[in-house]
């Protein structure tokens, strides 16, 4: 039986034949006393049967992604492997996408429904206005919505009003993002009280940030952690090759791949690298073609050694440039399962990453961490030192992380665990007396 996660006031819920995987996985392990199985049926009085529950299918929407299949975006990997998966099960899934003024029928993707709804031209708004939408058409005829991100959670109720329950994936700290001004943080941090009320339920794919909604929520949803997926990409994957398109030379090459946003760290790592003062380039994938003032400010830094690629969305480049690079840089600091973090470890990177939970949650022993700019170049040093010997053993570690707490096959197992007790529970039946 799974840790799935619990209630800031204990209510549990079982979740029968749930196997291994990443689901209430912290670093320090199995968390015995960090969420605990929901309602263990050794509860109920001895002479109670519990019959098993009808494997019937669950019809399942998921909101809050571009669409699928992904070609950007967290969310939107996520629901086309989350989706796909239940889909081969046996349930009916449904995917909301974007689509332009003109209307688009319904699609079939790897046996999982593409239903488009249209996106205005609102700017910022607009992704509000596309969220409201789908929750709107997704208010009745399902067993379960599952709605990616906060932003709209006032619209949730839509289909809690039919009788439908809503889960909310609250993606980090959204509001302490620094891009947002003093206004969309005040509205997402508002939107983040209002999920607390409005969902069912509410997951986290890290346990510091369940555990941040538990003690800042106390009354709220309850708060479970599921934790987000990869794929491992071993050595022979990944094709050395493609590395000529940036005249790299495997191994000989630190690598970023980040937005250019303050809270990513990019800044502090390019100061390190430049203390760190070696011949190999810190090579930063991230679009800074915009106009703000750290991107500027970032472009400002760009030379030889520091070399700005923009963004890169083909999987097959992503793995060459991650598995062949000396050291992979993380400076992701608000909040989450960081997907960039977890393909790293999946490619067996040596990874160098910000000093917070999240990611020491996610990269355990198979990182090192720093806090300034200094630590960052001592940590470089290492990687050019003792690179060659080390690798292997750390590229194993990383791996290993991954394969054990990390599948989307196991993520899919926790998924529908919580979905069929969720969407099917189990009502305790007493034994009969002959």
């Not at 619990?6 to 995987?21: E, N, V, Y």
């Not at 209430?24 to 049926?41: D, E, F, K, S, T």
């Not at 439908?164 to 994936?169: C, K």
């Not at 555990?211 to 106390?218: A, C, D, E, G, K």
Request: some cysteine; glycine content about 10%.
């Amino acid at each position: 039986m799974h840790p799935l996660g619990r209630s800031p006031a204990g209510d549990r819920l079982a979740i029968p034949g749930c196997g291994h995987s990443a689901v209430g996985q912290g670093p320090g392990g199995a968390l015995a006393g960090r969420g605990g199985p929901l309602i263990p049926l050794a509860s109920h009085a001895p002479d109670a049967l519990v019959p098993e529950a009808p494997r019937t299918a669950l019809r399942i929407a998921l909101l809050g992604a571009r669409g699928i299949p992904a070609s950007y975006g967290g969310f939107e990997t996520f629901a086309e492997q989350l989706a796909t998966r239940l889909a081969a099960r046996g349930h009916e899934v449904t995917v909301y996408a974007e689509c332009g003024d003109q209307p688009v029928a319904d699609t079939v993707y790897q046996g999982v429904r593409v239903r488009s709804r249209r996106r205005p031209r609102w700017g910022a708004a607009s992704v509000l206005a596309y969220d409201s939408a789908c929750l709107w058409d997704a208010r009745r005829g399902y067993d379960l919505v599952y709605m990616l991100g906060y932003g709209a959670a006032w619209a949730c109720w839509w289909p809690r009003v039919f009788g439908v329950p809503v889960w909310i994936n609250v993606d980090g700290l959204e509001w302490a993002r620094s891009k947002w001004g003093w206004g969309a943080r005040t509205y997402l941090r508002c939107m983040e009280w209002v999920a607390s009320k409005v969902a069912t339920r509410l997951i986290a794919d890290a346990e510091a940030i369940a555990l941040r909604f538990r003690q800042t929520y106390p009354g709220g949803a309850p708060s479970s952690f599921i934790a987000y997926g990869a794929e491992l990409v071993q050595a022979d994957q990944a094709d050395p090759s493609l590395l000529a398109a940036w005249g790299l030379q495997a191994h000989r090459y630190m690598l970023v791949v980040a937005r250019p946003e303050p809270e990513n760290h990019i800044l502090e790592i390019v100061q390190g690298h430049v203390l760190h003062g070696g011949d190999w380039p810190l090579v930063v994938v991230g679009d800074v073609s915009g106009g703000t003032a750290y991107q500027q400010q970032l472009k400002a830094l760009a030379s030889d050694r520091v070399r700005f690629v923009g963004g890169i969305y083909d999987a097959a480049q992503l793995n060459s440039l991650r598995v062949h690079a000396a050291c992979y840089l993380h400076g992701h600091s608000v909040g989450g399962t960081n997907p960039s973090l977890l393909e790293a470890l999946a490619c067996g990177n040596w990874v160098v990453a910000h000093d917070n939970p999240y990611n020491r949650e996610v990269a355990r022993d198979a990182a090192e961490y720093f806090s300034t700019p200094q630590q960052l170049a001592q940590s470089l040093d290492r990687v050019v030192m003792e690179g060659t010997a080390l690798q292997p053993q750390r590229a194993r570690r990383a791996r290993d992380i991954v394969a054990k707490h990390y599948t989307w096959e196991g993520i899919t197992d926790a998924y529908e665990a919580l979905m069929r007790a969720q969407c099917q529970p189990r009502t305790p039946a007493r034994a009969t007396t002959p």
